[in-house]
């Protein structure tokens, strides 16, 4: 018996006889301090601790799903970051609440210096049904992210980011959305000997 398959690799094989299958990718920053990547030469982030938490729309399908997968993307981005040590990360929608002033004053209290909190806004695939095209679908991630300074008590990067991969004939499920949001939180970070791309500059309002 034949295993039933997900994501956007089934829709393609499907439907190339048809139209074949590309996927276009689409990333747009509105950063209110700073600029990507976190991690540019010269910088040194020291011991690193990340408070992440969602902010669904109303709305939101499978909200502890999306939670879970929201977690091992951040767990998987923030494994390796090339200017700092990650100390801890959180459990994401932990009880307690970490507002920004309590996470500050933990940090201080443990040594810690660098805090990163995320805010995962949006994690949903999409699709459309319309003619000609027949099929359309998108993968899209949005995250708020800040990146605060403890010791010099600094905002090093305060950013929300949106993602968006799909085009015509390509459907993306839920289980593809973790590696793009893996890879919209690495480009956030960056590695040594990289310089803030111009390209990420906040659009002019």
Request: negative net charge; contains cysteine.
């Amino acid at each position: 018996m034949l295993r039933p398959f997900t994501g956007r690799l089934v829709a393609c094989i499907l439907i190339a006889a048809l139209a074949g299958c590309a996927a276009s990718e689409i990333q747009q920053d509105q950063a209110a301090t700073g600029r990507p990547p976190l991690c540019h030469a010269g910088r040194d982030l020291g011991e690193v601790v990340v408070y992440p938490r969602t902010a669904w729309r109303p709305d939101q399908k499978e909200p502890e799903r999306r939670a879970a997968i929201a977690a091992s993307a951040i767990g998987r981005a923030f494994a390796d970051v090339p200017c700092g040590f990650v100390a801890e990360i959180h459990a994401i929608d932990e009880p307690r609440d970490w507002h920004e002033s309590e996470a500050r004053r933990a940090a201080r209290g443990a040594g810690t210096d660098t805090i990163i909190l995320i805010q995962v806004r949006e994690l949903g695939p999409h699709g459309v049904l319309s003619f000609p095209t027949l099929v359309s679908g998108s993968a899209e991630v949005v995250l708020h992210v800040r990146a605060i300074d403890v010791n010099a008590d600094q905002t090093l990067l305060d950013i929300e980011r949106r993602r968006t991969v799909g085009g015509a004939y390509v459907v993306e499920s839920v289980d593809d959305l973790e590696a793009e949001m893996v890879t919209a939180l690495k480009g956030l970070i960056g590695g040594v000997g990289e310089t803030p791309d111009p390209l990420d500059a906040p659009a002019p309002s």
